[in-house]
């Protein structure tokens, strides 16, 4: 069991003090752009904004405040605006359906904010005094284990959870981040993940405010360009298929993005190649791993350490222990619990608060972790093999003309899934090559292709990018039962 102590410099402190010295020390430095092109808003600026709408939230009788979030500028305002009104922020995935968001708002109490509301968030102000003043007095009431965040989790493994966050999980996650990779207040963070997830929450938003430096936040591809050149971003967090585009946007206008000085990978392995590819031109990558119901990071590489295929050390705080290959840990990032759901909670947290993640992972020599997988995505054969989908589906990826793969077992057969943008660039006999060196002996398989690209809006990847494996093998059946009638 290895144990990880936190530097003196990081003090117990909730995130809303960040805002409040940021707002006193700094008032005229510039805090958060809202548009490209107009003038960005000032700590000063940000705070009234802030203090106006934690004003309108304190005026509601609910615990909650429930929005769908898109990375807007106004959705930055609404997370700060609970913190500073004692509300438990619940953001919801702005790419959910108008249905599968409805159904959320009928099983939860809570104060549901419109998109009427959102709009004014931005120009509606207090007075300077009034509002440092206002933050002050709820930072005063605020403690560390109070509830402030529910983030829904679930993805590729299961039904989605309330993951309910406090004040302290969030700020000391946040700290321990930044603590492995500083940041200073002239840089420029580029937030394009979304806000209502837990990698963003505190490796953007978390860390953002911590050092003080200047955000801008959209959502996705699209605000990757809209954003650059013109903002000059020097930090940017991705996932493996943002990274992608990323890079080829750089090969072909690298002029276009070198204000870039580090980039952030995370939901699952960059690419070694790809990882290489970026330190030939002099950019630092940062993986790490971590998952929502540890706020997220528990582990994170360092610019003096970024390694392919590994996720750095356990970030401040963390204590660990192995169990037959998966890894349980300990810390003050670990979850008050799942929302309304203590059954589920005590299955994840044992009564010394121990949280099994359910992955699983070899350490390094160094103290470095290689993630290899879910417990739960071993496959058991018939033929008595054991059968990790994750890394055959790694090497796939690699493969020319492969976007993502998925391997699941059907009717006594693997089923090799293939998402492939451009089928003519795939060669049959590399991916028939790399199967026989990978499958155990004797262990029957059939690949496949999709007709249609996988995406996270119509339901085969999660937000990270990984596949949802459910979900394809089911539409890749009743396509080919379909096609037979």
């Known amino acids: ?48 904004c802030v203090a106006s709408a934690a004003k309108m939230f304190g005026q509601t009788g609910h615990r909650k405040i429930i929005h769908r979030s898109s990375n807007s500028p106004e959705d930055v305002v609404v997370a700060l605006a609970c913190m500073a009104s004692g509300k438990v922020e619940v953001p919801l995935d702005g790419r959910l359906t108008s249905s599968q968001h409805q159904a959320f708002l009928s099983r939860n109490a809570g104060e549901h904010l419109a998109m009427s509301h959102k709009a004014g968030l931005l120009t509606r102000s207090e007075g300077v005094e009034p509002a440092l003043c206002q933050v002050q007095g709820q930072l005063d009431q605020t403690r560390w284990q109070d509830p402030a965040l529910i983030l829904q989790s679930g993805g590729s493994t299961g039904k989605p959870k309330g993951v309910v966050l406090s004040v302290g999980n969030l700020a000391s996650n946040a700290a321990a981040k930044l603590n492995a990779v500083p940041q200073e207040a002239n840089d420029r963070r580029l937030a394009v993940l979304p806000l209502s997830h837990a990698y963003a929450r505190t490796c953007d938003l978390g860390t953002w405010l911590l050092a003080g430096c200047e955000l801008a936040t959209g959502l996705g591809w699209a605000a990757v360009e809209n954003w650059t050149p013109g903002f000059q971003p020097t930090l940017i967090n991705t996932v493996p298929a943002l990274n992608e585009r990323l890079w080829d946007a750089f090969a072909r206008c690298p002029q276009r993005y070198g204000s870039l000085r580090l980039i952030g990978c995370g939901g699952a392995p960059l690419l070694p190649r790809r990882f290489h590819d970026w330190r030939s031109v002099g950019l630092d990558v940062i993986q790490g791993y971590g998952l929502t119901e540890c706020s997220p990071v528990v582990c994170s590489a360092s610019p003096e350490n970024q390694t392919p295929g590994e996720v750095g050390g356990f970030v401040s705080g963390w204590k660990w222990k192995m169990k037959e290959g998966e890894l349980y840990v300990q810390g003050p990032g670990v979850m008050l619990g799942y929302d309304q759901d203590e059954k589920a909670t005590a299955s994840r947290i044992d009564g010394d608060g121990w949280l099994r993640t359910g992955d699983r992972v070899e350490c390094s020599s160094r103290g470095h972790l ?116």
Do not use: F
């Open 370 to 485: 290689r993630v290899l997988g879910r417990v739960d995505d071993v496959l058991v054969l018939p033929n008595g093999y054991l059968l990790d989908p994750i890394p055959i589906e790694w090497r796939l990826k690699d493969v020319r003309g492969v976007d993502h793969a998925a391997i699941a077992y059907v009717d006594s057969m693997v089923l090799v899934i293939l998402d492939c943008k451009d089928p003519a660039a795939v060669k049959a006999s590399e991916i028939e090559s790399l199967l026989v060196d990978l499958m155990p002996p004797g262990t029957p398989w059939r690949t496949m292709r999709t007709s249609t690209a996988w995406s996270i809006e119509t339901g085969e990847l999660t937000v990270k990018g990984t596949p949802r494996r459910d979900v394809i093998v089911e539409r890749v059946l009743h396509s080919v039962s379909t096609q037979t009638r």
């Open 1 to 48: 069991m290895n144990a990880g102590t936190g530097p003196d410099s990081l003090r117990e402190q909730p995130l809303l003090a960040a805002l409040l010295r940021h707002s006193l020390d700094r008032p005229h430095a510039t805090a958060l752009h809202t548009r490209p092109g107009i003038a960005a808003m000032t700590w000063s600026e940000l705070i009234r």
